[in-house]
Nanobody
Framework: VQLQASGGGLVQAGGSLRLSCAGS????????MGWFRQAPGKEREFVAA????????AYADSVKGRFTISRDNGKNTVYLQMNSLKPEDTAVYYC???????????????????WGQGTQVTVSS
């Protein structure tokens, strides 16, 4: 699976962005997916995850109610809709795919096998 993240940019606090993660490979549509982010000087942290079917989703407490993860397997794409953005959301955002067909530990970055290159999101105050 190869992943390409896009959609980042500079936005004012309170604004919105939609990130996209385009995947290739036969197993993309059967892969659970996650979004993580990493701010300068901080560790990579979990943002959101979605099962291969889109039937289950999960969010970090810090983004719950503001961010929405979704996917379109027909387009091999996963999305992260980000609303009510805050300066503390500033980070490089990464999409990731896992190939073990389990929902366990979805918030642990080390269970994901494939990573996109990251897209920068900057929220100004």
């Amino acid at each position: 699976v190869q992943l390409q993240a896009s959609g980042g940019g500079l936005v004012q606090a309170g604004g919105s962005l939609r990130l996209s993660c385009a995947g290739s490979g036969r197993t993309f549509s059967r892969s659970d997916m996650g979004w993580f982010r990493q701010a300068p000087g901080k560790e990579r942290e979990f943002v959101a995850a979605i099962t291969w079917s889109g039937g289950s989703t999960a969010y970090a407490d810090s983004v719950k109610g503001r961010f929405t993860i979704s996917r379109d397997n027909g387009k091999n794409t996963v999305y992260l809709q980000m609303n009510s953005l805050k300066p503390e959301d500033t980070a490089v955002y990464y999409c990731a795919a896992r190939s073990d067909y389990t929902w366990r530990d979805y918030d642990h970055f080390d269970v994901y096998d494939y990573w996109g290159q990251g897209t920068q999101v900057t929220v100004s105050s």
